[in-house]
């Protein structure tokens, strides 16, 4: 019993000690190709964002991290956002567009509405829970992977995702 409470315990301690930042894969990953719809039904691809680092976020409304990440999300991508990066945040509720964009007005998020109704981001990413957020560099390659939420916008987060995009950028030639 004694044993139990303590694993337990380191867990928990761990889990609040949890680095920040994302952690970098060793080489970049090649990505399947992902189609979804934007608000108005347009059909979207991450082809669509070549030449920026693309934070992409996959949640759902009825995911209760998901909601709570999501302003963060959205102070992110009003500090960062622009010719160099972008969050593109990805719902897959079945419940459509309209669902996103009410709790986005709800909330006060501003962020497009972005949805993949039938779900195939978390099949294609191999993806196992919600959130789960991938950094994309200006190629189309994965750079790192975060299963779980975050606070995207702390003055760490906000200074590791700046470090990557100078990095992704000049290594490319695609700084602007």
């Known amino acids: 019993m004694a044993l139990a409470i303590a694993v ?4 928990s301690s761990a889990d609040a000690q949890a680095p920040t ?3 970098l894969h060793q080489e970049p990953q090649p990505l399947a190709d992902l189609v979804f719809a934007e608000e108005s039904g347009e059909p979207r691809s991450l082809d669509d964002w070549r030449g920026k680092v693309v934070l992409l976020n996959v949640w759902a409304t009825w995911c209760a991290p998901c909601r709570a990440e999501m302003p963060t999300l959205d102070r992110l991508q009003q500090q ?8 593109v ?3 897959v ?3 459509g567009a309209s669902a996103v964009r009410m709790f986005f007005d ?3 998020v501003k962020l497009a509405v972005f949805i993949d109704q ?3 981001a978390i099949r294609s990413l191999g993806l196992f829970g919600l959130p789960a957020t991938l950094l994309i560099g200006p190629q189309g390659n994965e750079l790192a992977r975060l299963a779980g939420p975050a606070e995207w916008d702390t003055p760490e987060m906000v200074a590791f995702l700046e470090g ?3 990095r992704e950028l000049d290594q490319t030639g695609e700084r602007k």
């Open 21 to 23: 930042a994302m952690s």
């Open 80 to 87: 960062l956002g622009g010719e160099e990066f972008a969050v």
């Open 8 to 11: 337990i315990a380191a867990a």
């Open 89 to 91: 945040a990805l719902s």
């Open 118 to 120: 039938d779900g195939a």
């Open 164 to 166: 990557i995009i100078e």
């Open 106 to 108: 709800e909330i006060g």
């Open 93 to 95: 509720d079945r419940a």
